[in-house]
């Protein structure tokens, strides 16, 4: 039994190895000019298929144009990382953030991905700002503090702020808006670099500080790296020792422990970052003015934290509630309609009924060619229950297909905890998706003040709900795009752009580098001056 298990294992070991090989020779390899034509017509005409508004912001005319053009351009054999490079550029022009182009990556053996996990690249330790043309080092999670405030000249001797920008026309905001594009470079600058340059072991990378320039190489390092103890001397081999801890200080850390791991599950946690989700606090000495930070709307148990930060806000009368947006990328329907219910001034539907383009939109999304077989084997066999179950939410008027998701679509009356007093929101070109859609109902309803700059997500809904990923057969590129049109009844002319602030303040770099917070302290002396 043994010796079967041995060979079974030994058997998966080589196929898994044969398959990565596999994968990467078909991506590092140049692509036939005809094979290449087909996957661009396979991108188009999968968005033609499945996505319920792509004309929405670019009319049919134009995105013919565009992609006849791309197929134009393709006149030589190139690998799937340069065919990347000029796909997503033409993906972008449907001008619908959910709809993404993902680039191919070197896939690794076991084993390889076993070394790796023990390393860290230091150059995914920088956290990195684009202001005013320029690329920032906002934060480093690295050793070196001394790098923050610099700013970042070249990268392997290429321009910093000449890859931000040609990064920025690689993905798109909804709309016509351009807010999302410097946010959002600067949040995902590391994540476009490797999609652009591939695996890398190390980086030149060129700071200014002040007047003077300087470089720096950042390497894959250990992430533990062991100590020679023979090399230390009796004082740092003391340090390096753990601290015998008391009775008393083992049940704090037990109990705080605890305390975190209750606090992830309800506050929700991002762990890259290493931040809860979700944050409330007063600012001052007293309860006249609460804050609560929503990093974004995808874990944690939201209903908990509502709950209990609007009962606090109710129990002591609270005066000013400051919404912070910012950055939130969006996340489930589900917990910003149960937010809003608490800050609604009258009854409301949260959403209309959804466009798609299918009475199964769901099945549409997990029975795509990237779905694993086995997930594909579970979904054919509740095959029956869920296309049931599809088709009874969706109806047909006029030739357009609408899902309706009950819950969300119902008029409903405010939560008892509902909360009249002062509202501000803060937003900026990274309150995308579902945090604009909450910010589209408090901005049409004229609940809040806003301030800040203009979302990236649009004031007239977004396409989102389900997804459907699909992957291009020659170069193995990775297409992502929404399912289902998911909007407010509101609107607003002209389409196409995100909610605006009712004060614009945007943040310098000067107030950045000191710590600053400039929107959040217009606030501040706006509440103190009224009072």
């Known amino acids: 039994m043994k010796k079967l298990l041995f060979t079974l294992g030994l058997l998966v070991f080589f196929v898994s190895c044969k398959s990565v090989e596999k994968y990467n020779a078909q991506i590092t390899k140049l692509h036939a000019v005809e094979d290449l034509h087909q996957d661009i017509?396979?991108?188009?005409?999968?968005?033609?298929?499945?996505?319920?508004?792509?004309?929405?912001?670019?009319p049919k005319a134009v995105l013919d144009f565009k992609f006849d053009s791309l197929k134009q351009t393709i006149k030589l054999p190139m690998d799937s990382r340069m065919f990347y490079k000029q796909l997503a550029p033409v993906v972008a022009q449907v001008?619908?953030?959910?709809v993404s182009v993902s680039s191919v990556a070197k896939r690794f053996t076991r084993l390889e991905l076993k070394a790796l996990k023990k390393k860290k690249f230091e150059f995914y330790d920088l956290d990195v700002n684009y202001l005013d043309g320029k690329l920032w080092v906002k934060n480093y999670k690295g050793k070196d503090s001394s790098l923050v405030g610099n700013e970042i000249v070249s990268i392997n001797d290429e321009s910093a702020s000449k890859l931000a920008e040609l990064y920025k026309t690689r993905f798109a905001s909804d709309g016509y808006n351009r807010t999302l594009h410097n946010r959002y470079v600067s949040k995902l600058f590391s994540l476009f670099y490797y999609r652009d340059k591939g695996f890398l072991d190390s980086l030149k990378v060129t700071f200014k500080a002040k007047d003077s320039l300087f470089s720096k190489t950042l390497r894959r390092i250990d992430k533990n790296p062991k100590k020679n103890k023979k090399e230390l001397d009796s004082a740092t081999a003391e340090k390096l020792k753990p601290k015998k801890l008391t009775v008393t200080e083992k049940k704090a850390t037990r109990k705080a422990k605890k305390q975190f791991r209750k606090d992830?599950?309800?506050?929700?946690?991002?762990?890259?970052?290493?931040?809860?989700?979700?944050?409330?606090?007063?600012?001052?000495?007293?309860?006249a003015v609460a804050y609560m930070?929503?990093?974004?709307?995808?874990?944690?148990?939201?209903?908990?934290?509502y709950k209990e930060s609007f009962a606090k806000i109710n129990a002591n009368n609270t005066k000013h509630l400051i919404l912070d947006l910012r950055d939130n990328g969006g996340g489930r329907i589900a917990e910003i309609d149960y937010l809003y219910g608490f800050l609604a001034n009258k009854p409301y539907q949260f959403i209309k009924e959804s466009e798609v383009?299918?009475?199964?939109?769901?099945?549409?999304s997990f029975m795509s060619n990237t779905t694993p077989n086995s997930i594909k084997i579970i979904g054919a066999l509740f095959y029956p229950i869920v296309a049931t179950h599809n088709i009874l939410k969706t109806r047909k008027e006029s030739d357009t297909i609408y899902f309706k998701f009950k819950k969300h679509t119902k008029v409903k009356a405010p939560n008892e905890l509902v909360y009249s007093?002062?509202?501000?929101?803060?937003?900026?070109?990274?309150?995308?998706?579902?945090?604009?859609?909450?910010?589209?109902?408090?901005?049409?309803?004229?609940?809040?003040?806003f301030v800040g700059e203009e979302t990236g997500g649009a004031f007239n809904g977004t396409v989102a709900g389900v997804f459907k990923i699909y992957k291009l057969p020659v170069s193995q590129i990775k297409v992502s795009m929404g399912l289902m049109q998911i909007e407010a009844p509101q609107k607003q002319n002209p389409d196409g752009f995100g909610i605006?602030?009712?004060?614009?303040?945007?943040?310098?770099?000067?107030?950045?580098?000191?710590?600053?917070?400039?929107?959040?302290?217009?606030?501040?002396?706006?509440?103190?001056?009224?009072?």
């Open 357 to 364: 383009t299918s009475r199964t939109p769901f099945i549409k």
């Open 41 to 58: 017509d396979k991108v188009y005409g999968q968005l033609k298929r499945h996505h319920p508004k792509l004309y929405q912001y670019t």
């Open 293 to 305: 930070k929503l990093r974004s709307f995808t874990n944690g148990n939201f209903k908990r934290f």
């Open 500 to 531: 605006k602030p009712d004060v614009e303040v945007l943040p310098n770099l000067i107030d950045i580098q000191s710590g600053i917070d400039t929107e959040l302290e217009w606030i501040l002396n706006d509440i103190y001056n009224l009072d």
């Open 421 to 449: 007093g002062k509202l501000y929101v803060l937003i900026n070109g990274n309150s995308f998706s579902a945090s604009a859609l909450l910010s589209t109902h408090l901005k049409a309803t004229k609940r809040a003040t």
């Open 264 to 287: 992830k599950r309800n506050l929700g946690y991002i762990p890259k970052d290493k931040k809860i989700t979700r944050n409330f606090k007063y600012i001052g000495k007293d309860s």
């Open 95 to 98: 001008k619908q953030g959910h």
